[in-house]
């Protein structure tokens, strides 16, 4: 029997365009109603999670949410349980490797969002849709006394070089891929499963009383984790390979099915 479920948000309960659908929302508020806990596991940090808890309603009976890849579990009253960060002499080893290598990159502390350059292109995506961007200078920034994650920003091809030798060059962090144009440093064992195994612990519950639903490279953690790993159908072939089952896109309402069906003890869409 399913007892909680993990939803990513960007891609997977959210559609392309940062709005959750009137279907995914029903059966989220079904689940909650059969005794299920939601929790919201997302790259986001907490100020960004909130809106979407508020939407969702769970915020009025207390849930519990991972921010951050996992650097942060916390309740929906915002009661922090667990965070880890990276401290001063970690920003500055990071940061030399991203100016080696004249990268653009995003530094979250607490409700803030710093860059140092960021092309004016890149401000353009959707991912960026309602977030306020604070530019910093370089030196600013390196004397920063600690940070939640450092992001890498770049056209898909850029990261794809730069990918592998960011993680040969900082092997004592996380670093994970999260969007096409996102490349995530963040403290060492820091990520989505490690945040779930934590939730496991304090909640009692067994990692196969938990279903998980994902799309991206962060999000195969928490896949491996729990009894109930789902990928969706607009998910990368990597996360289709690690999960049990592939349900609809996002934009289909791959949430709501995955949902109905587990819930209703019948089987969502199998790996081949």
């Not at 059966?27 to 919201?40: L, M, W, Y």
């Not at 990071?94 to 860059?115: A, K």
């Not at 600013?140 to 770049?154: C, G, M, Y």
Request: charged content about 20%; hydrophobic content about 45%; overall charge neutral.
């Amino acid at each position: 029997m399913i007892r909680l479920i993990a939803l990513d948000l960007d891609d997977t309960l959210l559609r392309k365009d940062k709005t959750i659908s009137w279907v995914n929302q029903k059966a989220i508020a079904f689940a909650k109603s059969q005794g299920i806990k939601i929790v919201i596991a997302s790259g986001r940090p907490l100020f960004r999670i909130k809106p979407i808890l508020e939407t969702l309603g769970l915020i009025e009976d207390e849930n519990y949410l991972i921010a951050l890849n996992g650097g942060c579990i916390a309740t929906t009253h915002q009661t922090i349980l667990y965070q880890k960060q990276l401290m001063s002499q970690d920003i500055q080893c990071i940061l030399h490797e991203l100016l080696n290598r004249h990268l653009s990159f995003l530094m979250y502390q607490g409700n803030h969002i710093y860059t140092n350059q960021l092309d004016v292109h890149l401000r353009q995506l959707p991912i960026f849709q309602g977030v306020a961007l604070k530019e910093r200078p370089i030196v600013e920034l390196q004397q920063a006394s600690n940070a939640s994650k450092l992001i890498v920003v770049d056209t898909q091809a850029q990261l794809d070089r730069h990918q592998p030798e960011l993680v040969a060059a900082l092997p004592h962090y996380t670093i994970v891929r999260t969007t096409t144009y996102f490349l995530e440093i963040l403290p060492h064992h820091v990520n989505k499963g490690t945040a779930l195994e934590f939730l496991a612990s304090y909640l009692h519950i067994l990692p196969q009383e938990m279903m998980a639903i994902g799309d991206a490279e962060n999000d195969i953690p928490m896949l491996k984790m729990v009894g109930m790993g789902v990928a969706m159908a607009n998910a990368t072939e990597e996360v289709k390979q690690v999960a049990r089952y592939i349900t609809l896109s996002c934009e289909e309402d791959g949430v709501a099915y995955a949902i109905q069906n587990i819930i209703s003890n019948q089987h969502i869409v199998k790996k081949k």
